[in-house]
């Protein structure tokens, strides 16, 4: 699933590409058109952006939203078969092809108004760490595993970013919102700003994030080298775990600034701790 990070560097890399070039021609396979969309030829790229992780292209007062999820894809020459094919926009310098993405929705700024209504915080568009708390307190019948991925209110996180706040911020994903403290929440927004940007820093510099990643899709915890614990929530999203995450706080983040620097030390320095 395509996360907030990633849907940024999308909506940069169109930019940096056709901003202030006009379309020549357009097709769409979708349904969710509110206005004829050949209404858009002729007009000019203002510019592009994300929320969450919907990528918006901006035409003189018209919207294309585009959801690529878990398969969809973008490119700038053809390279799939037509029936894989979503939108189509020729531009006077380039053309643009999206394939596989489930959601195309082409219409004007009610796109924008209505995503705001439903969608929650994102640390790239829409930053409100007031806001955030309130949302986040709304939801105190919830594990905060579950709520993490609830677009409603974290806009933009999924499954990777879920991993590595979660950790970063020693909560369990099976606290329920109502039990944890102000400060514990506060830790999980901290984190969800701080990584969201750090993921997209990485991505602009062509770099991968592996070494941001703590927990993802790894199978030993970086602090002691034990396994790590997974967790089913959300059906069939994982999310990983170390029992470090249950340590005293002020251990917890020191362990977590060394392991930044890049020291490794072994699980028998904390083992009065565990």
């Known amino acids: 699933m395509t996360e907030g990070p990633t849907a940024r560097l999308r909506a940069i890399q169109i930019e940096e590409k056709f901003v202030g070039h006009y379309v020549t021609a357009i097709e769409t396979r979708s349904k969710r058109l509110h206005i004829d ?12 952006t994300s929320y969450g992780k919907n990528i918006l292209l901006y035409f003189n007062g018209y919207i294309i939203r585009i959801h690529l999820m878990m398969y969809g894809s973008i490119r700038y020459e053809r390279s799939k078969p037509d029936r894989y094919l979503r939108l189509f926009i020729s531009f006077d310098n380039g053309n643009l092809f999206v394939y596989n993405a489930p959601i195309i929705e082409i219409g004007n700024k009610e796109i924008e108004e209505n995503l705001t209504k ?15 708390f309130n949302l986040i307190l709304k939801n105190r019948d919830r594990k905060i595993g579950d709520v993490l991925l609830d677009q409603h209110v974290f806009a933009g996180v999924g499954n990777i970013l879920r991993n590595e706040i979660l950790f970063r911020a020693g909560i369990s994903p099976e606290r329920m919102i109502g039990d944890m403290s102000e400060e514990e929440i506060e830790r999980i927004i901290l984190y969800v700003k701080k990584l969201s940007n750090d993921f997209l820093k990485n991505k602009l510099k062509q770099n991968s994030i592996k070494n941001l990643l703590l927990v993802y899709n790894k199978k030993l915890c970086p602090i002691c080298g ?4 997974f967790y089913r929530i959300s059906k069939m999203l994982l999310h990983i775990i170390s029992k470090f995450a249950f340590l005293p706080k002020e251990v917890f ?5 060394v392991i930044h620097q890049g020291i490794n030390y072994s699980h028998h320095l904390f083992s009065d701790h565990i």
């Open 37 to 48: 969309y050949h209404e858009i030829v002729g007009k000019k790229l203002e510019k592009t």
């Open 118 to 132: 439903e969608y929650g915080v994102d640390p790239l568009f829409n930053w409100d760490e007031k806001r955030l």
């Open 226 to 229: 034990k396994p790590l614990i």
């Open 253 to 257: 983040t020191f362990i977590l600034s």
